[in-house]
Each structure stands twice: as C-alpha cells, then as structure tokens.
C-alpha cells in the first residue's frame, strides 16, 4: 500500500517528527462486531479503521504539500469517530485515503483488516459527501438503488430494499419524485440511504450535513444516530462543528494542520449514541464535552509549529 514518495523539495514540515498521538477504540466495542454488514462476523472482528503512521505528500508545481503525517487511528467496528479541525488539516485527505480515492505516502492502512482496495471491492463501506450528488434524471427510489444495480442485484430486490432504506430515513412517499423536487435535507437523506444500500460495516462521511441550515442539520443529526444504531455501522465523520462532532461521537478526533496531523483525542462521555436525544443538547455534560473539544482545537491550532503540544488526550 505504501507509495514511496522522495522528499526533496520545501515541505511544510518538520524535518523530525515530535510525540505521536495515538487513537485506539475502546476494547468493548469490537464485541459489537459488523453483524450488519455480515460477511465479517469472524472472530476476533477487525478494526474498521486502522491507520499506522499514515502519511500523505502531494507533489505540486508549486512544491510538495505535507496533508498529513504520521497518523496513527484506530476506528472500532460499529464507533462513531468524527474529525474535526481546520480547513486543510487534512480530513478529507483522510477520508479519501480510507476510502481508496487515493492511496497513502508513507504507513500502512487498513480497512476490516483489508487494503483500502480489497475493503471497496467487498463494498465493506458507504460514502457521504457534502453534496448529495444524486443523478437529476433518476427517481429517489432509481438512485437510492443505483448501487445495488452497479453490482448486479436483480429489479425485485433492488425494489425492495431501496423501499426498505427510504422508510429508514422518512422518505417512502417521495420515492418517485427526482431529486430537484426534494429540499436540501431530503436530498441529503436520499444520499444516505443510498450509501447504506448495501449494508456497509462502515460509513465514510464528509461534512455531508455542512450545506443544510441548522435546524435541518440538527434534526439530520439525531436520524443518523439511530440509522448508525440500527445498521451497526462504525462510521469516520468529517465536520467543522464542535457540536455537531460531540453530539454525533464516541470519539472526536481533533486534527491540525501542516502538516495534518492528530493533535488530540476527546472521548465523548455521554450516553451510548444510539441513546442520544434532542435533550441531549441542553445537558450541562454536553456543553461540558464541547469545551473540551473547542480547548483541544485551540491548543492543536496554536501548537502548528515544532515543539507544540502534540498529543494532547483530554480524558
Ligand atoms: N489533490 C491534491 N493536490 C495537491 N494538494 C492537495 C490535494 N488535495 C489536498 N491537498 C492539500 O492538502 C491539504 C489538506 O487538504 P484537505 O484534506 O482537503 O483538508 P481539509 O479537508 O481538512 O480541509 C491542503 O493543504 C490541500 O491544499
Ligand atoms: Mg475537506
């Protein structure tokens, strides 16, 4: 999986590299194990992520860009860890990384103990982006299936299951209209569904609540934590909003930039995710669990250079 790439050139990095952070998954929650995707019930289950000194250099005319150094991540099957950090820290880089849009400089990757290729081949992941990215000339029901009939799944059950996931998110009465007939939010829902088509172990999702207005997004919020529950899915969230990533998380993985790179890990002591309600957002260990998060963002940020205060874990 590893690409060598040479380092000669301006890097926006340091030539040494300080303290690693290191993100582990909480050991209880391999047990809850990918029965929703499946194939991969085997024991003891794999991470649904595993990132091991994970490195990224684009090469430019302008020079070489460091979008990420030495990660180290570890995403449980069936976690919710959200990135959070600046823009051009590198989460998308991440993300694209994980999900084989494109491949790592330097460390080694895995997704289900596989390589990002194999892991897409076995459809092991769904992808969510910010832009629903839905096909105009096809139904909601057509493109909710779309993948189902990439891979070759016959008209009865591509119906049927395509029935089944808009009932998921609420959307069993537009299923014949098109996407330019649905708002923002529902758009988005139709993505989701259509990236939990074929039951994946893990979700890959980039600020896909980032284009919806606030009550939207918040009410998108609580329909994927009790999606995610239902699935099982692990999922790696990419957002900008502090709360958002706290409501949403087990984990929340704050990332700072050149190089990109984890400067600290906030668990999320709140209840379990698949019991996270609207009242929630009022608790005192809520707003308790966003400072942390925004205090860890300020230190990653203002630690960018050498000698910073990498590694920082606010348990
Ligand atoms: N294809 C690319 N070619 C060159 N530079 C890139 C490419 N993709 C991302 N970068 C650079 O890598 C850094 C991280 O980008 P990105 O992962 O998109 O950040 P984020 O999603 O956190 O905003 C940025 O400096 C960006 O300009
Ligand atoms: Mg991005």
Redesign the pocket.
């Known amino acids: 999986m590893s690409v060598p790439v040479p380092m000669t050139g301006p890097t926006t990095s340091p030539a040494t590299s300080p303290a690693t952070s290191s993100v582990t998954g909480p050991a209880t929650s391999t047990a809850t194990s990918t029965a929703a995707g499946g194939a991969h019930v085997s024991t003891p289950p794999a991470a649904a992520v595993h990132a091991v000194g994970v490195g990224k250099v684009f090469t430019t005319r302008a020079g070489t860009v460091t979008a990420l150094q030495d990660v180290h991540l570890t995403v449980a099957a069936g976690e919710f860890v959200s990135l959070i950090g600046p ?1 051009g820290c590198g ?2 880089t991440l993300l694209r990384l994980v999900a084989d849009l494109d491949t790592p400089s330097s460390g080694e990757l895995t997704v289900f103990g596989k390589s990002p290729r194999v892991a897409r081949e076995a459809q092991d992941y769904g992808i969510a982006f910010q832009q629903a990215g839905l096909l105009p000339w096809r139904t909601v029901a057509a493109n909710v299936a779309l993948p189902l009939e990439l891979h070759g799944v016959g008209r009865r059950e591509r119906a049927a299951r395509a029935a089944e996931l808009l009932a998921l998110v609420g959307l069993t009465d537009f299923a014949a209209h098109f996407p330019h007939q649905l708002s923002g939010g529902m758009q988005q829902r139709v993505a989701i569904a259509r990236a939990l088509a074929e039951r994946p172990s893990l979700l890959l999702m ?2 896909p609540f980032g284009a919806l207005d606030e009550m939207t997004r918040e009410r998108m919020q609580t329909e994927l934590v009790r999606l995610c529950a239902e699935s099982g899915a692990a999922v790696v969230f ?1 957002t900008h909003s502090i709360p958002e990533a706290v409501f949403l998380s087990d984990r929340v993985v704050v990332m700072s930039p050149r190089p990109g790179r984890i400067s600290a890990v906030v668990p999320v002591a709140l209840a379990a995710t698949d019991s996270r309600t609207e009242d929630l957002r009022e608790d005192r260990a809520f707003f308790d669990a966003v400072t942390a998060v925004r205090e860890a963002l300020h230190a990653g940020s203002r630690g960018a250079g050498p000698g910073s205060a990498r590694g920082v874990d606010l348990r």
Do not use: F, G, R, T
């Open positions: 823009s989460k998308s980039d600020e990419v």
